[in-house]
């Protein structure tokens, strides 16, 4: 059973940076796109980046030139550094393999996300 980790997360003001980082067990992982998704309160979690494992990205408009998808085949590691931070970017981040973007199928349970508020 694959298992995601995810850190990175924390208060930060906004127009601040955090970087992410997603643990991925299992040998597999190399060959998944993967993604970064977040849900804040009260809302439906969403797609806002994901990379292929060949290194093409692709961002939500929402994120799109602020926030940066990487990757490590060697460490089973996603990353998603963030900068220029907002407040509407508050919201628990999680890593998954997206499935079915329409529909939100992923190929593994979630993690247990990591939070990240921006706030003065």
């Known amino acids: 059973q694959v298992q995601l980790v995810e850190s990175g997360g924390g208060l930060v003001q906004p127009g601040g940076s955090l970087r992410l980082s997603c643990a991925v067990s299992g040998r597999i992982f190399n060959i998944y796109t993967m993604g970064w998704y977040r849900q804040a309160p009260g809302k439906q979690r969403e797609l806002v980046a994901k990379?292929?494992?060949?290194?093409?990205?692709n961002y939500a408009d929402s994120v799109k030139g602020r926030f940066t998808i990487s990757r490590d085949n060697a460490k089973n590691t996603v990353y998603l550094q963030m900068n220029s931070l907002k407040p509407e970017d508050t919201a628990v981040y999680y890593c998954?393999?997206?499935?079915?973007?329409?529909?939100?199928?992923?190929?593994?349970?979630w993690g247990q996300g990591t939070q990240v508020t921006v706030s003065s």
């Open positions: 990379i292929t494992s060949g290194g093409s990205t």
């Open positions: 998954n393999a997206p499935r079915n973007i329409a529909t939100m199928a992923v190929a593994w349970s």
